[in-house]
T-cell receptor, first 113, second 113 residues
Framework: GEDVEQSLFLSVREGDSSVINCTYT??????LYWYKQEPGAGLQLLTY?????DMKQDQRLTVLLNKKDKHLSLRIADTQTGDSAIYFC?????????????FGKGTHLIIQP | DAGVTQSPTHLIKTRGQHVTLRCSPI?????VSWYQQVLGQGPQFIFQ???????GRGNFPDRFSARQFPNYSSELNVNALLLGDSALYLC????????????FGEGSRLTVL
């Protein structure tokens, strides 16, 4: 079955880099996603990576994928107070919409001044 | 440009009642998905519709049903409400048939007493 695991909390100092980790179990995942949820809001897509890629960089965001270990990470450079949110890792399966996205429980990113 | 809009934003029901939640996708988006987010958990896939056809269904009982209208808006219906149905119900739209690049609304917060 599918399962996406994330640590629940991460605390970093403002200006440092944040690294949020995720592991997934289904090797047939096609795309892996990072979503951000701020308090009282819906989810916002940050970035995604295709399963045949190792890395993707988008401004302050870097996604690393280790398909052998089924490990995904999101690095946020120069973390700011506005980055405080819950970050969800999600995977999608081949074959269309039958299964939707499978989300982890989310990592709460806490920024220390 | 208007994002995904959902109504109502908050509602309180009692066990055994019925609820209808509504969603308007971003203009031009033909796909709508519904997710349930229980407090402290990641979103869980309920349904996906594209061009008024059901494309996928998650592991939810038959008390949950949905439909998509010709204008691509959607309704989620839940019958015989249980306490465990208390959650944030998120609607997401996308332009293409199943894709993980979803645009989420802010959700409808359902409390079942």
């Amino acid at each position: 079955g599918e399962d996406v695991e994330q640590s629940l909390f991460l605390s970093v100092r403002e200006g440092d880099s944040s690294v949020i980790n995720c592991t997934y179990t289904d090797s047939s995942s096609t795309y892996l996603y990072w979503y951000k949820q701020e308090p009282g809001a819906g989810l916002q897509l940050l970035t995604y990576i295709f399963s045949n890629m190792d890395m993707k960089q988008d401004q302050r965001l870097t996604v690393l994928l280790n398909k052998k270990d089924k490990h995904l990470s999101l690095r946020i450079a120069d973390t700011q107070t506005g980055d405080s949110a819950i970050y969800f890792c999600a995977e999608s399966m081949p074959g269309g919409g039958a299964d939707g996205l499978t989300f982890g429980k989310g990592t709460h990113l806490i920024i220390q001044p | 440009d208007a994002g995904v809009t959902q109504s109502p934003t908050h509602l309180i029901k009692t066990r055994g009642q019925h609820v209808t939640l509504r969603c308007s996708p971003i203009s031009g988006h033909k796909s709508v998905s519904w997710y349930q987010q229980v407090l402290g958990q990641g979103p869980q896939f309920i349904f996906q519709y594209y061009e008024k056809e059901e494309r996928g269904r998650g592991n939810f009982p038959d008390r949950f049903s949905a439909r998509q209208f010709p204008n691509y808006s959607s309704e989620l219906n839940v019958n015989a409400l249980l306490l465990g149905d208390s959650a944030l119900y998120l609607c997401a739209s996308s332009f293409r048939d199943f894709t993980g690049e979803l645009f989420f609304g802010e959700g409808s917060r359902l409390t079942v007493l």
